[in-house]
């Protein structure tokens, strides 16, 4: 079984910076690809970033690029998700992923942590 939890949500004003955190422990993490989605409601979970093993292959969301930076301490099976110059519309519920698939979807989840970024 594989347990996923996030942490570092929370109320940040239009511009302002937070950062998530992701561990990650249990069967078949080694070499799993993770990342983060997020979901609004009424609306799919959609993808953000994804990162593999080695930290090297990197994947955003046209809409986060440039914005948010994901990166992998693979030691500690921890990913992180730095966001900057957040929007309005970055607000939802922020999701990590182990064993990203496509980056359409994933084998494991975390509980999500919600970001509210106010205007």
């Known amino acids: 079984q594989v347990q996923v939890a996030e942490s570092g949500g929370g109320l940040v004003q239009a511009g302002g910076s ?3 955190s992701c561990a990650a422990s249990g069967r078949t993490i080694n070499y799993s690809r993770m990342g983060w989605f997020r979901q ?3 609306k799919e979970r959609e993808f953000v970033a994804a990162i593999n093993w080695a930290g090297v292959n990197i994947a955003y969301a046209d809409s986060v690029k440039g914005r948010f930076t994901i990166s992998r301490d693979s ?8 966001m900057n110059s957040l929007k309005p519309e970055d607000t939802a519920v922020y999701y990590c992923a182990v064993g990203v698939v496509n980056d359409r979807g994933a084998r494991d989840w975390g509980q999500g942590t919600q970001v509210t970024v106010s205007s």
């Open 18 to 20: 937070l950062r998530l």
């Open 40 to 42: 609004t409601p009424g």
């Open 75 to 82: 030691a500690k099976n921890t990913v992180y998700l730095q």
